[in-house]
């Protein structure tokens, strides 16, 4: 809406669309259909509407509208197309990119799903490497005249590995290839991801955007050309809507995001700081940490750690469940991003299903607890944590 408005004044004011009775607070327009006038404007909507002119939710709807604006408006891309979940916008921005015989290279340090995404568009005769990302080389070995996309979390659930946008991009659009960005884990607080050269960005809004860990929802933004055609065409036919109702619940998440992902980021921050060097731990993984592999890439793409750590238990499967079962605020669930501190034992939970071998190639191992810091008193979650692993 207003270019030369800052992230804080966006998140609370971008995108907001007022109704005839000016009402303060984002409208919930809790309606799939809309009345034409006549017949014939009936006819001229279904050739082309305008920027107020909606057809059927699955296509569009107000509230809807009002969450792309402002997510485009506060990453700084040209648009963005609302989904019913991150994955429906990580499988609709990838459907819409790549046709049999096209080929694929995305980081192997990924989110579960993400890879089985990967592994449909196998089926369908697109060719996917798989590769660690976090070393440019292999980019660069990886990436052929035919590779279509690029395909990475920024920071990689679980291990808190860091990309590099700018270098995979520069790698990438050497190739003609699209950089696709799954930035969850940054959030859009920490995401420069626009000026380091991602073509198409991807959040699951479940996460950091909701912050109360109420709804599903995600985002695909990038180049109107993209976002209102091969986009918007492909998740609109098959049914990866966001729902209004959702929308309208994220909207208000958007305006105390930078609020809570800063206090969350400065909690990590201190958690890791208190933690890092405990007799129980093997490994304290946190990008803020000065000794995290890729510290300074991180501190150079996001300007801050994060909001999650990665806290290696050296005793194991058996010790990571007597530090989660001991903790008293962090609570045990596999969301991120709320407002209430979260851990998780992904060897056992969302990483599971993958072999052990694929689990140590991607740094899980049994000791592996990932935190996602809440908003709570520093002191407090400092106490609880390092109580937990005293007792560990
Ligand atoms: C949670 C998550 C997703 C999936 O988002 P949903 O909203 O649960 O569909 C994708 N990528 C990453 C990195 C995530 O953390």
């Known amino acids: 809406m207003t270019k030369d408005w800052n992230t804080r004044t966006k998140l609370v004011h971008d995108g907001i669309r007022r109704s005839q009775y000016g009402e303060m607070a984002e409208a919930l327009f809790l309606t799939q259909g809309f009345v034409y006038p006549s017949a014939e404007v009936a006819e001229a909507r279904f050739i082309s509407s305008g920027p107020d002119e909606f057809i059927y939710a699955r296509y569009g709807n107000p509230t809807t ?44 340090q990924m989110f579960g799903s993400c890879l089985h995404v990967l592994k449909v568009l196998a089926t369908f005769g697109v060719e996917v490497t798989l590769i660690d990302g ?9 990436v052929r005249p035919e590779t279509k996309v690029c395909f990475f979390e920024s920071v990689s659930n679980p291990g808190l590995e860091v990309i590099d946008i700018k270098g995979v991009a520069g790698i990438a659009h050497a190739v003609g290839a699209v950089v696709v960005v ?10 420069r991801a626009v000026a380091l050269g991602a073509d198409v960005i991807v959040y699951s809004a479940t996460k950091h955007i909701d912050g109360g860990g109420r709804v599903l929802g995600g985002i695909v933004l990038g180049t109107r050309e993209f976002i209102r055609g091969p986009l918007e065409t492909y ?27 800063r206090a969350q980021a400065a909690n990590a921050a201190a958690v890791a700081a208190a933690v890092v060097g405990h007799a129980k731990l093997a490994r304290t993984i946190y990008p803020g940490l ?9 501190m150079a793409q996001m300007g ?53 071998e694929d689990r140590a190639t991607i740094g899980i191992t049994e ?24 007792a560990a």
């Not at 809507?241 to 930078?258: K, R, V, Y």
């Not at 000791?367 to 005293?390: C, F, H, K, N, Y």
């Open 134 to 142: 976090a070393d440019l080389a292999n980019w660069r070995a990886a």
């Open 290 to 298: 000065a000794d995290h592999p890729q510290h300074a890439l991180a």
């Open 182 to 191: 799954d930035n969850a884990f940054a959030s859009p607080i920490f995401s």
């Open 235 to 261: 998740v609109k036919h098959t049914g990866g809507a966001m729902s209004p109702f959702h929308a309208w619940i994220l909207l208000s998440g958007l305006q105390t995001l930078d609020l809570r992902v």
């Open 65 to 108: 509208r009002m969450f792309e604006d402002r997510m485009a408006a506060i990453e700084g891309t040209e648009d963005g197309f609302a989904c019913a979940s991150g994955m429906a916008a990580i499988n609709g921005a990838l459907m819409a990119l790549v046709k049999p015989g096209d080929h694929v290279v995305a980081a192997r």
């Open 304 to 356: 801050a750690g994060g909001t999650l750590l990665c806290l290696d238990l050296a005793g194991g499967k058996a010790a990571a469940f007597r530090f989660l079962d001991a903790m008293k605020i962090v609570s045990i669930s596999n969301n991120l991003g709320d407002a209430k501190s979260i851990a998780t034992h992904p060897a056992t939970t969302t990483h599971k299903n993958l072999s052990a």
């Open 367 to 390: 000791g592996l607890v990932r935190i996602s810091m809440g908003i709570e008193d520093t002191a407090d979650l400092v106490a609880d944590i390092r109580g937990a692993l005293d």
